[in-house]
């Protein structure tokens, strides 16, 4: 009877170890972009993954993949300064700082704290402000990093449902949290969040999941269910089938911005506070398609 | 002859047999056969990036930066073949004449040989030791700065070290400025060493160019079997090379040939008729590798040479790849008069201990009156303390780059009274000891302490300095990361001497605070002021220093908005001293004004810096 026991202990305590037995494979993210600059700039003319004012970055070191978004704010245009010259060099220096290593992959925070240090070190004054939101996949201990500050973000699809999302971070309506540099003479008068402002999270991943990360032209043109609608299309897990839905979801938010009629989430977020409108959003959009898989050099 | 000739041939088969079977595939590195003739076996040659900066003497950007700093010459280049000013590229502290004009500067000491021109270095770590063939320096801005490459045959990534480390110059040269700033690979023509090397060293000199000048990778060609001396080429003997071992400074005091016992010496010809004064005046003008061979030649030679007198100036610098404890403990009698003695850049890798150091300072350091310790990695707490003890008269005291130093070591700095230079560049330095050095040290003069990333509160640092160094003539706070207008208003009302001031790189400082018009007013002595990078430098503070300080000689603005070039006339009329004016990445001054400016006053240096 005992014998019994002790040998049913035994044959659970095995098949329960081999079930959670931990995958010591490396994953990595195949990832391709797609986007579009607001007005005349049809995305096609990408000039180094810079979107209109958006920016981004994809990059890989030994220990991890990252990638981010930049939203440039294009209220700076009004006083001469071009908005795209922040985002992307922010995004610029993400990635020369992810190439050379010095980051933690646990601490995505840091990259946006380091990479914000490093242009206040250069030479030529840059000005303008950007939100960001940097995604770093650990590829040993298969958790997912994110720093988020602003109202660009990211989405988490496994099996068709969203597990994980990012938070806007906003100051009050279409005022996202921001990166800035301003000039010494309106400096008290412009917004400048810290660094560490920004919102992270950390959580592990499976095979096959799949990471969204866009800025606010996205989100706020295209509601989840018409992003999942589109993921659902996404059958294979090499580069041509993810560069082919991240340009179909973007392509879609793009006609959703500039039609005048439809209740896109930006509208419905407006008229619950009390703005009457209706229709798209015209915005930069960019988009960052990942899958999670198994790690090939 | 035939048999000879055979043997050879059989020796190159059985080498190509060899190498054929050894040859493989790494991934990152493009083997490219040298065809070579049939007789001689095919080489591999391969092609490495610098893995690793180990360590260099300066750097314009910040520690833990990687905007402008040295460690941007590792791995591939960023930035070549573009030219401009570039935050992806390794750029030195200094460029141009424009340091050396400063009262600052260090006095130059005597017997420099002629072909050493180094002011600054940097070691490059590549990862696999090879036989060089070529060596390209890709330069992006400013180049011509290259004096000297040199190769070691120590593997800084092996366990264990070996126990003689040999440098071997690659390639010599004079400093040049190449005929536009536009970015260009540097290839000279190296010479053929007889050791495999993966460390490399690269010295340069920027005094004659026009502003900084910007490396961004090198390319270390080599192969990684000896190759074999071609019979129609002679390897270059340099005469040089001859006395590459320690001889002349490590047995100096051997070989004294006595012309036999008992017996008075007549065989100096003409030299017995010449006064003991006019030998030593003609001694005084060689080398100091000549002055201990000459030693070694007759007995009054010897006598003459090793004469204390000879040896009251001492640099060592150009001779770092050579000396040794054993160099020093032989120098050691001769150096008992020594007042000025440069051992910046020796000692590395084991060369000197702190032993041998404590010791020769112990027996000549009492008359010193300044040391150059510049890149000294061999010394320790124990070693200042010692100077501490044997110097009482040290005026002169320069640790720039000894960022190994601990920082407790710099606490034995307060006890030398006299310094009136002290140079901390890029030290680990810590308040407390900076703090009770400026307590004590009441006569210094000029201080540096750029890059002093440890120094918590420079406000308390500036407080002191008004209040304990009022001879103060020039102040180096190079990327003090946080002196605001507090401490700066009460360093200018308490140092009024003051005739330097470089605050480049201090951004908490604000224009709209008056600091700066205060500053202009209350130093009328001013020749040179450095606001590099403070963006808010605006016209007011032009127009004050223009009707403030005459004597005006370097101005930097770099990257400030706010200055008009009318502001920047009145500078130029009222300042009729000036000499530099650096207004790169201002935006309201192009080129156009530069050009205008360039005729109005040609005696000044307008430098307009660009990227694109």
Same mark, same amino acid.
């Not at chain 2, 593997?155 to 400093?175: H, I, K, M, T, Y």
């Not at chain 2, 920027?206 to 900084?212: A, F, I, N, P, Q």
């Not at chain 2, 302490?449 to 103060?472: F, K, N, P, Q, T």
């Given at each position: 009877?005992?014998? %019994?026991?002790?040998?049913?202990?035994?044959?659970?305590?095995?098949?329960?170890?081999?079930?959670?037995?931990?995958?010591?494979?490396?994953?990595?993210?195949?990832?391709?972009?797609?986007?579009?600059?607001?007005?005349?700039?049809?995305?096609?003319?990408?000039?180094? #993954?810079?979107?209109?004012?958006?920016?981004?970055?994809?990059?890989?070191?030994?220990?991890?993949?990252?990638?981010?978004?930049?939203?440039?704010?294009?209220?700076?245009?009004?006083?001469?300064?071009?908005?795209?010259?922040?985002?992307?060099?922010?995004?610029?220096?993400?990635?020369?700082?992810?190439?050379?290593?010095?980051?933690?992959?646990?601490?995505?925070?840091?990259?946006?704290?380091?990479?914000?240090?490093?242009?206040?070190?250069?030479?030529?004054?840059?000005?303008?402000?950007?939100?960001?939101?940097?995604?770093?996949?650990?590829?040993?201990?298969?958790?997912?990093?994110?720093?988020?500050?602003?109202?660009?973000?990211?989405? %988490?699809?496994?099996?068709?449902?969203?597990?994980?999302?990012?938070?806007?971070?906003?100051?009050?309506?279409?005022?996202?949290?921001?990166?800035?540099?301003?000039?010494?003479?309106?400096?008290?008068?412009?917004?400048?969040?810290?660094?560490?402002?920004?919102?992270?999270?950390?959580?592990?991943?499976?095979?096959?999941?799949?990471?969204?990360?866009?800025?606010?032209?996205?989100?706020?043109? #295209?509601?989840?269910?018409?992003?999942?609608?589109?993921?659902?299309?996404?059958?294979?897990?090499?580069?041509?089938?993810?560069?082919?839905?991240?340009?179909?979801?973007?392509?879609?938010?793009?006609?959703?911005?500039?039609?005048?009629?439809?209740?896109?989430?930006?509208?419905?977020?407006?008229?619950?506070?009390?703005?009457?409108?209706?229709?798209?959003?015209?915005?930069?959009?960019?988009?960052?398609?990942?899958?999670?898989?198994?790690?090939?050099? | 002859?035939?048999?000879?000739?055979?043997? =050879?041939?059989?020796?190159?088969?059985?080498?190509?047999?060899?190498?054929?079977?050894?040859? $493989?595939?790494?991934?990152?590195?493009?083997?490219? $056969?040298?065809?070579?003739?049939?007789?001689?076996?095919?080489?591999?040659?391969?092609?490495?990036?610098?893995?690793?900066?180990?360590?260099?003497?300066?750097?314009?950007?910040?520690?833990?930066?990687?905007?402008?700093?040295?460690?941007?010459?590792?791995?591939?280049?960023?930035?070549?073949?573009?030219? @401009?000013?570039?935050?992806?590229?390794?750029?030195?502290?200094?460029?141009?004449?424009? +340091? $050396?004009?400063?009262?600052?500067?260090?006095?130059?000491?005597?017997?420099?040989?002629?072909?050493?021109?180094?002011?600054?270095?940097?070691? &490059?770590?590549?990862?696999?030791?090879?036989?060089?063939?070529?060596?390209?320096?890709?330069?992006?801005?400013?180049?011509?700065?290259?004096? !000297?490459?040199?190769?070691?045959?120590?593997?800084?990534?092996?366990?264990?070290?070996?126990?003689?480390?040999?440098?071997?110059?690659? +390639?010599? @040269?004079?400093?040049?400025?190449?005929?536009?700033?536009?970015?260009?690979?540097?290839?000279?023509?190296?010479?053929?060493?007889?050791?495999?090397?993966?460390?490399?060293?690269?010295?340069?000199?920027?005094?004659?160019?026009?502003?900084?000048?910007?490396?961004?990778?090198?390319?270390? *060609?080599?192969?990684?079997?000896?190759?074999?001396?071609?019979?129609?080429?002679?390897?270059?003997?340099?005469?040089?090379?001859?006395?590459?071992?320690?001889?002349?400074?490590?047995?100096?005091?051997?070989?004294?040939?006595?012309?036999?016992?008992?017996?008075?010496?007549?065989?100096?010809?003409?030299?017995?008729?010449?006064?003991?004064?006019?030998?030593?005046?003609?001694?005084?003008?060689?080398?100091?590798?000549?002055?201990?061979?000459?030693? !070694?030649?007759?007995?009054?030679? *010897?006598?003459?040479?090793?004469?204390?007198?000879?040896?009251?100036?001492?640099?060592?610098?150009?001779?770092?790849?050579?000396?040794?404890?054993? /160099?020093?403990?032989?120098?050691?009698?001769?150096?008992?008069?020594?007042?000025?003695?440069?051992?910046? +850049?020796?000692?590395?890798? @084991?060369?000197?201990?702190?032993?041998?150091?404590?010791?020769?300072?112990?027996?000549?350091?009492?008359?010193?009156?300044?040391? $150059?310790?510049?890149?000294?990695?061999? &010394?320790?707490?124990?070693?200042?303390?010692?100077?501490?003890?044997?110097?009482?008269?040290?005026?002169?005291?320069?640790?720039?780059?000894?960022?190994?130093?601990?920082?407790?070591? =710099?606490?034995?700095?307060?006890?030398?009274?006299?310094?009136?230079?002290?140079?901390?560049?890029?030290?680990?330095?810590?308040?407390?000891?900076?703090? /009770?050095?400026?307590?004590?040290?009441?006569?210094?003069? *000029?201080?540096?302490?750029?890059?002093?990333?440890?120094?918590?509160?420079?406000?308390?640092?500036?407080?002191?300095?008004?209040?304990?160094?009022?001879?103060?003539?020039?102040?180096?706070?190079?990327?003090?990361?946080?002196?605001?207008?507090?401490?700066?208003?009460?360093?200018?009302?308490?140092?009024?001497?003051?005739?330097?001031?470089? &605050?480049? +790189?201090?951004?908490?400082?604000?224009?709209?605070? @008056?600091?700066?018009?205060?500053?202009?007013?209350?130093?009328?002595?001013?020749?040179?002021?450095?606001?590099?990078?403070?963006?808010?430098?605006?016209?007011?503070?032009?127009?004050?220093?223009?009707?403030?300080?005459?004597?005006?000689?370097?101005?930097?603005?770099?990257?400030?908005?706010?200055? /008009?070039?009318?502001?920047?006339?009145?500078?130029?009329?009222?300042?009729?001293?000036?000499?530099?004016?650096?207004?790169?990445?201002?935006?309201?001054?192009?080129?156009?004004?530069?050009?205008?400016?360039?005729?109005?006053?040609?005696?000044?240096?307008?430098?307009?810096?660009?990227?694109?």
């Amino acid at each position: 009877m005992l014998s %019994v026991l002790s040998y049913g202990r035994l044959v659970a305590r095995a098949v329960i170890g081999g079930l959670s037995q931990t995958d010591s494979r490396d994953y990595s993210l195949v990832t391709a972009s797609f986007g579009f600059g607001k007005d005349f700039r049809k995305g096609i003319l990408k000039k180094g #993954m810079c979107y209109g004012d958006d920016a981004c970055f994809i990059a890989r070191h030994r220990s991890a993949d990252v990638l981010g978004v930049a939203d440039g704010v294009g209220g700076w245009r009004d006083y001469g300064v071009d908005p795209s010259q922040f985002s992307g060099t922010l995004m610029r220096t993400c990635e020369r700082l992810v190439k050379e290593g010095r980051f933690v992959p646990s601490n995505p925070v840091g990259i946006l704290t380091t990479s914000y240090y490093e242009l206040l070190q250069n030479k030529v004054p840059l000005l303008g402000s950007s939100t960001a939101c940097i995604v770093v996949l650990d590829r040993q201990s298969h958790r997912l990093h994110t720093a988020n500050l602003g109202d660009s973000g990211f989405l %988490v699809v496994r099996g068709g449902e969203v597990v994980h999302r990012s938070d806007e971070q906003q100051h009050y309506f279409n005022t996202p949290f921001q990166l800035s540099i301003a000039p010494p003479e309106a400096e008290g008068s412009v917004l400048s969040d810290s660094p560490e402002a920004a919102d992270s999270s950390s959580f592990d991943v499976q095979l096959g999941d799949i990471i969204l990360t866009a800025t606010d032209g996205l989100f706020d043109n #295209m509601p989840d269910y018409m992003i999942l609608q589109e993921l659902k299309k996404l059958k294979n897990t090499n580069y041509e089938s993810i560069q082919q839905t991240a340009k179909s979801i973007a392509e879609q938010a793009h006609i959703l911005a500039y039609d005048p009629n439809y209740m896109s989430p930006f509208a419905q977020f407006a008229c619950d506070n009390g703005l009457n409108v209706r229709g798209g959003k015209p915005d930069d959009i960019t988009v960052l398609l990942s899958i999670v898989a198994e790690y090939t050099d | 002859m035939l048999t000879l000739l055979s043997m =050879f041939y059989y020796i190159c088969l059985r080498r190509r047999s060899r190498s054929g079977t050894r040859g $493989e595939a790494l991934g990152s590195r493009r083997a490219v $056969e040298l065809g070579q003739r049939s007789a001689l076996p095919v080489t591999v040659e391969v092609e490495q990036y610098a893995k690793e900066v180990l360590d260099f003497s300066s750097h314009y950007g910040s520690e833990n930066s990687m905007s402008y700093t040295m460690w941007n010459l590792a791995g591939a280049p960023n930035v070549y073949p573009s030219s @401009g000013d570039f935050t992806q590229t390794a750029v030195f502290r200094t460029y141009g004449p424009w +340091w $050396e004009q400063c009262s600052s500067a260090p006095q130059p000491f005597r017997r420099t040989p002629q072909n050493f021109h180094s002011q600054d270095y940097m070691e &490059l770590a590549f990862e696999e030791p090879v036989y060089p063939t070529a060596i390209d320096v890709l330069e992006t801005y400013h180049p011509g700065a290259i004096v !000297q490459i040199l190769a070691c045959s120590l593997n800084p990534f092996s366990q264990n070290p070996p126990a003689d480390v040999r440098w071997e110059v690659l +390639w010599a @040269g004079e400093p040049s400025k190449a005929m536009t700033p536009q970015a260009r690979q540097f290839s000279p023509s190296i010479k053929q060493i007889s050791f495999a090397t993966n460390l490399l060293r690269l010295e340069v000199n920027s005094s004659v160019l026009d502003y900084y000048t910007e490396l961004d990778a090198v390319i270390l *060609h080599g192969v990684r079997e000896r190759p074999i001396l071609a019979l129609y080429k002679m390897p270059i003997i340099d005469i040089s090379d001859l006395s590459d071992s320690d001889e002349e400074l490590a047995d100096p005091g051997l070989c004294c040939r006595h012309a036999g016992d008992g017996k008075h010496n007549h065989g100096n010809g003409y030299f017995d008729k010449l006064p003991y004064e006019l030998i030593q005046l003609i001694v005084s003008h060689l080398t100091v590798p000549d002055l201990c061979r000459l030693a !070694q030649s007759c007995k009054l030679l *010897h006598q003459h040479c090793c004469d204390p007198l000879q040896y009251i100036q001492l640099s060592l610098q150009p001779y770092w790849p050579r000396l040794s404890d054993a /160099s020093l403990s032989h120098l050691q009698s001769r150096c008992t008069l020594l007042q000025r003695l440069n051992m910046s +850049w020796t000692g590395n890798r @084991g060369a000197v201990t702190p032993t041998g150091f404590s010791s020769f300072m112990k027996a000549c350091g009492g008359n010193l009156v300044c040391l $150059e310790l510049s890149c000294c990695h061999f &010394l320790s707490e124990a070693c200042l303390e010692v100077i501490a003890q044997t110097c009482p008269r040290l005026q002169e005291l320069n640790l720039s780059s000894c960022d190994r130093l601990h920082p407790q070591a =710099f606490g034995h700095v307060a006890k030398l009274p006299r310094l009136r230079r002290l140079i901390l560049y890029r030290t680990k330095i810590e308040q407390t000891a900076i703090l /009770s050095i400026i307590t004590f040290c009441t006569d210094l003069r *000029h201080l540096n302490l750029g890059s002093c990333v440890m120094i918590e509160d420079y406000d308390v640092v500036a407080s002191m300095l008004s209040a304990r160094c009022r001879s103060l003539r020039s102040l180096d706070l190079w990327r003090c990361r946080n002196l605001s207008e507090r401490g700066l208003a009460e360093l200018v009302a308490g140092c009024r001497l003051l005739e330097e001031l470089d &605050l480049g +790189w201090c951004s908490t400082l604000q224009s709209s605070s @008056g600091c700066f018009q205060l500053l202009a007013r209350s130093l009328p002595r001013l020749r040179k002021l450095f606001l590099t990078a403070n963006r808010t430098v605006c016209d007011s503070d032009i127009e004050e220093l223009a009707n403030n300080c005459p004597a005006l000689q370097h101005l930097d603005i770099l990257g400030t908005r706010m200055v /008009s070039s009318s502001s920047l006339r009145k500078l130029l009329q009222s300042c009729s001293q000036l000499l530099l004016l650096d207004v790169s990445f201002c935006s309201q001054i192009d080129s156009r004004v530069v050009q205008e400016l360039n005729s109005l006053f040609p005696k000044v240096a307008i430098k307009k810096s660009f990227t694109q």
